[in-house]
T-cell receptor, first 114, second 114 residues
Framework: NAGVTQTPKFRVLKTGQSMTLLCAQD?????MYWYRQDPGMGLRLIHY???????AKGEVPDGYNVSRLKKQNFLLGLESAAPSQTSVYFC?????????????FGSGTRLTVV | SQKIEQNSEALNIQEGKTATLTCNYT??????LQWYRQDPGRGPVFLLL?????KEKRKERLKVTFDTTLKQSLFHITASQPADSATYLC?????????????FGQGTILTVHP
């Protein structure tokens, strides 16, 4: 049971380049989330999904797009990377009934935009 | 706007003592509150969930209290060990249409000295 797997673990991008971060979970969770974590800012929600084929904006969605074509996968895209997007990105998933369960997080992707 | 504050950015204690971490919130009426542990370079790990109608919850050496009048949760680690050193995050769900999304505090860095 792998839980939540994020790929890649590290990446360096040049300003203006694009990339996709992949999140995969094998727990049959309905909900999936993308957060970014920056020093002094804590975890901030970028986008989330409450089921296959659905996505919604979180607190800091600008510059990012997401897709959830399959229940087990949640993709985060950066169309034109900017230095302000240098961060550690975490994917998480949970059951729909969060009153009983917490999130399961991946190990993160450390992204540097130069 | 909703706000979460975790007192003491860093807490240093001696092994064997009880660590007490605080999570205060404003403009929330959460149905539950969660605590997570995060080690350097890793994703947060869910520890405990306490519901609004529960005043206290225990799990091994961990104890969480939830005072909805004071809008505060306390997280205790008894008989602390150096292995308990980590960042501890509290998290609360949004209400209404944002139900299910967690907002995280910035965390308290706990260091347990041998």
């Amino acid at each position: 049971n792998a839980g939540v797997t994020q790929t890649p673990k590290f990446r360096v991008l040049k300003t203006g380049q694009s990339m996709t971060l992949l999140c995969a979970q094998d727990m049959n969770h309905e909900y999936m989330y993308w957060y970014r974590q920056d020093p002094g800012m804590g975890l901030r929600l970028i986008h989330y999904s409450v089921g296959e084929g659905t996505t919604a904006k979180g607190e800091v969605p600008d510059g990012y797009n997401v897709s959830r074509l399959k229940k087990q996968n949640f993709l985060l895209g950066l169309e034109s990377a900017a230095p302000s997007q240098t961060s550690v990105y975490f994917c998480a998933s949970s059951y729909w009934s969060q009153g009983n369960y917490g999130y399961t997080f991946g190990s993160g992707t450390r992204l540097t935009v130069v | 706007s909703q706000k979460i504050e975790q007192n003491s950015e860093a807490l240093n204690i001696q092994e064997g003592k009880t660590a007490t971490l605080t999570c205060n919130y404003t403009n929330y009426s959460p149905a539950y509150l969660q605590w997570y542990r995060q080690d350097p370079g890793r994703g947060p790990v869910f520890l405990l969930l306490i519901r609004e109608n529960e005043k206290e919850k225990r799990k091994e050496r961990l104890k969480v209290t939830f005072d909805t009048t004071l809008k505060q949760s306390l997280f205790h680690i008894t008989a602390s060990q150096p292995a308990d050193s980590a960042t501890y995050l509290c998290a609360l769900p949004g209400g209404g249409t944002s139900y299910g999304k967690l907002t995280f505090g910035q965390g308290t860095i706990l260091t347990v000295h041998p």
